[in-house]
């Protein structure tokens, strides 16, 4: 659940306000590309044949691929890679997808108002556990029916992302951190099974399992959580795993949430050089706006590999400001935030922001903005998971290489689908033409 990880965070931001320097010159050259035309996919076409041949999982990039039908003399030379998503989806490969980031195990359950009172809950509320909240989540599992679910907002993305694309199960991979052989950690393991991603945790002994618990009265939902082992993740233990990083190279799209900038920097940008050293995708969140006002640093050093930044309106106004942007203009702000310093030319990067019920607006050839799909209010049951299903279906769509507008729409749809169910969970398939 995003929105708990986000005060989590919040707190350890607090404790490091005189660590994090917000010098604006530090990473505002603005020298990326002028935007070419042609789509996303696309890629340059001085590139060298070699680079098809560097990850030979990759199916759909034969060398030969754009000249074995010399015959076709009236398609236009950029018709191949414009719009492959027909190809491409049929021949779509495990561990296409790449995510890291801080997975929790998500226990949800009706409980009465004693519970709440019992650990001073309020009904509607997201909180941090604190020592009194120690045992909230082992009595939450014995009395009461609870519902379990593979958490975290990098881990929930990766989670959608996979059910939009059903087959092959393990399209999207996942690391992170996780309790060793404890309880709730071998049911997130279980989950996240079940959800058929190839999650890969750094099992641990210093904390467990990170939890987060929906204690649900009526129609109130009071979360409380606990990162816990979310926050142990080590690149020269886990990431850094020849066996492992087999997983990363394999992966065509990458994409870890800001929140993991507080947890393991170097490891995100491990994966980020990777990316742009093969002209893969890197796909980061700003996920919210204390990660640019107080790990500012940390985020500028990634942004240079970022070739999707996503955000929603409250993030990408903390980071023009931060910037020095001087706009409040969505559609600015998606602009400057492209013309920054890119290191992989090949690619324009591309800027997504949400504005909940407004527009989305898209910065990539042009600025662009799109229409959310319509929803009753009174049909609304949560929308904790919205952003992170946002991302997790505009994913699913980067690794079919479907054309950016389809992006936007499967984005929409999965958060349209989200916000009518409480958590972040979904129907067994989605509906989505």
């Not at 393991?264 to 994966?271: A, D, F, M, P």
Request: charged share 30%; proline share 5%.
């Amino acid at each position: 659940m995003a929105s708990v990880e986000l005060k989590a965070n919040k707190r350890l931001s607090e404790e490091m306000k005189t660590e994090s320097p917000t010098k604006k010159t530090a990473t505002m050259a603005s020298d990326a590309p002028k935007a070419k035309k042609g789509r996303f996919s696309e890629e340059k076409k001085t590139e060298s044949p070699s680079k098809k041949t560097e990850s030979p999982n990759k199916e759909t990039e034969t060398p030969t691929k754009e000249t074995e039908s010399p015959s076709k003399k009236t398609e236009t030379p950029t018709k191949e890679t414009e719009s492959p998503s027909k190809k491409t989806t049929d021949k779509l490969s495990p561990n296409t997808l790449f995510g890291m980031g801080n997975p929790l195990l998500d226990i949800s359950a009706v409980v009465d108002k004693d519970f709440l009172d019992k650990y001073t809950l309020k009904p509607n509320d997201q909180i941090l556990a604190e020592d009194k909240h120690k045992e909230l989540f082992e009595e939450i599992v014995k009395k009461s029916k609870v519902e379990y679910h593979a958490g975290g907002a990098t881990q929930n993305s990766i989670k959608i992302a996979q059910w939009m694309v059903q087959e092959p199960h393990k399209v999207g991979t996942f690391f992170g951190c996780i309790g060793k052989d404890d309880k709730f950690g071998g049911i997130l393991k279980q989950k996240a099974e079940e959800a058929h991603i190839d999650a890969h945790y750094y099992e641990q002994e210093e904390k467990p399992t990170g939890t987060c618990a929906a204690c649900i009265t009526g129609d109130n939902r009071s979360l409380v959580a606990n990162l816990s082992a979310a926050e142990c993740y080590k690149k020269d233990k886990h990431l850094d795993l020849e066996e492992n990083w087999e997983l990363v190279e394999k992966a065509k799209v990458y994409y870890i949430a800001g929140f993991f900038l507080t947890v393991s920097l170097e490891s995100i940008l491990k994966v980020a050089k990777h990316a742009s050293d093969n002209n893969k995708l890197f796909c980061l969140n700003l996920s919210a706006p204390f990660i640019c006002q107080f790990f500012k640093d940390n985020l500028m050093q990634v942004m240079p590999y970022v070739d999707v930044l996503f955000g929603n309106e409250t993030e990408a106004a903390a980071f023009a400001k931060e910037l020095d942007f001087e706009t409040k203009d969505i559609k600015e702000i998606a602009k400057k935030a492209q013309a920054l310093t890119k290191v992989n030319k090949k690619r324009e990067r591309i800027v997504v922001l949400t504005q909940g019920k407004d527009k989305t607006a898209m910065a990539s050839e042009k600025v662009e903005t799109f229409p959310v799909l319509k929803i009753d209010p009174k049909d609304i049951v949560d929308t904790n998971g919205a952003g992170d299903a946002f991302v997790g279906g505009f994913l699913s769509g980067l690794v079919q290489e479907k054309p950016l507008d389809q992006c936007v729409k499967a984005a929409h749809y999965a958060a349209n689908v989200i916000i009518r169910r409480a958590g972040c969970t979904f129907p067994e398939k989605p509906d989505f033409k």
